[in-house]
């Protein structure tokens, strides 16, 4: 049974159901055949209304900080891994309550904090987060390896064996990559830290695997993670959150009005591209809408401009065989990674609601947002 879009709520996030457990079953796969356990990170995917779901078929997740931990501990149901930045002494004892797992990010937030965490009378796994200073990353604001990053503990600053208490390594170093990539970072990692990961227990290989992307490489992936836990005998996580959502979802729009201005229109949308596509601006990349084609060869081209004020909140080139006009509706293809879990209400622009269409055919809206949220926000 499909579904009449135009009936659905407008602005709105619509996950595919039958979508996401595609990929759900993709990422169990690897784990099964790999022996790796997969974590969902939350900064890239939080709608935990799928947790019933995601709970058969990932080992958890994974947080970046105290919300996205307490999230996983009281949604999920499960105790999280965390890999954060800083754990502020304030909230360590609530981090070590929901997480079974902490990554440190530096030798002194391990020396500042690991009184009160190894004091605590629940046991969690602590790591390192090491700088493996090699990735193949090529947009600067996510390659967490660049000369001089923050990011991780480099080979130089690594004691040379693990400290007391410290059990695990973690290294972060990629971004919508393929297993090819993984394999490479994973020979830096090893000639740089190999010593140390015959002392550890586990390791995560961190996130920016594209596992559910349909060229990746599967195989060699489960073959490098055999390899690796045969080699160390460690205990393998992998912390993807973009192929958690990667294309099960779309952003529900329409259009508001046309403008034109040196024979350039421009559709106003009901949606913002700073607001609720971010990525967008930032990384920056075009989104694919359906039904558009490429720019050059289409009979009416429009550039694409969100309701702020923001003068950058647009993007160009979208081509269409027949003349938009306000009212129609758009559809933002890939939105349900890296959106909701960014979005703002910059300028007090609404947020779009968020759906899910059910393998059933039916339509099931989860949130609406509203001036509460907004006034909520402020003070
Ligand atoms: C430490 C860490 N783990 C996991 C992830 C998730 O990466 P991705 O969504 O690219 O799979 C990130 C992303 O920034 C990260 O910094």
């Known amino acids: 049974m499909s579904v009449d879009l135009t009936k659905l709520p407008n602005p709105c996030y619509v996950l595919d159901e039958v979508k996401f457990i595609q990929n759900m079953e993709k990422l169990k796969y690897v784990q099964d055949a790999s022996g790796a356990k997969i974590l969902c990170a939350l900064k890239g995917f939080a709608m935990w209304s799928t947790f019933p779901i995601m ?51 530096s030798i002194s937030q391990w020396d500042a904090l690991k009184g009160k ?8 796994k602590c790591a390192l987060r090491i700088n493996p200073e090699y990735s193949d990353v090529d947009t600067a604001i996510y390659n967490p390896c660049a000369p001089g990053s923050r990011l991780g503990i480099t080979a130089e600053h690594m004691p040379k064996h693990l400290p007391k208490g410290i059990t695990g390594l973690h290294f972060h170093a990629l971004c919508e990559s393929n297993s090819d990539s993984l394999e490479r970072v994973l020979e830096a990692v090893e000639a740089k830290f190999g010593h140390l990961l015959h002392e550890a227990d586990w390791v995560n290989f961190g996130g920016g695997h594209h596992i559910t992307r349909e060229d990746y490489d ?11 836990k045969e080699n160390y005998k460690v205990e393998v996580f992998l912390e993807p959150g973009e192929a958690i959502g990667w294309k099960t979802g779309f952003l529900l729009a329409k259009v508001d009005d046309i403008v034109e201005a040196n024979k350039e229109k421009t559709v106003i949308m009901n949606v913002s591209f700073t607001c609720h596509m971010p990525d967008c601006l930032e990384m920056p990349y075009k989104p694919a809408v359906r039904g558009a084609s490429i720019a050059k060869k289409a009979k009416h081209v429009y550039t694409f401009g969100g309701p702020t004020c923001l003068s950058g909140d647009f ?17 933002f293809e890939d939105m349900m990674h890296y959106t909701f879990v960014k979005t703002t209400m910059f300028n007090g622009v609404n947020h779009p609601a968020i759906g899910i269409l059910k393998s059933n055919g ?17 003070s």
């Not at 599967?218 to 690796?228: A, G, K």
């Open 117 to 124: 965490v190894l004091k605590n009378k629940k046991k969690v």
């Open 55 to 105: 709970k058969k078929y990932l080992s958890g997740c994974t947080a970046s900080s105290l919300f996205e931990s307490r999230l996983c501990f009281e949604e999920m149901g499960r105790d999280s891994h965390a890999c954060a930045v800083i754990y502020q002494e304030n909230e360590i004892n609530d981090y070590i309550k929901y997480n079974s797992h902490l990554t440190f990010n």
């Open 362 to 378: 039916k339509f099931k809206s989860v949130r609406s947002f509203g001036y509460e949220d907004y006034k909520g926000r402020m």
């Open 218 to 228: 599967t195989d060699l992936l489960i073959e490098l993670i055999r390899n690796f």
């Open 315 to 331: 993007i160009k080139g979208f081509g269409f065989d027949n003349a938009l006009k306000v009212g129609d509706t758009l559809i």
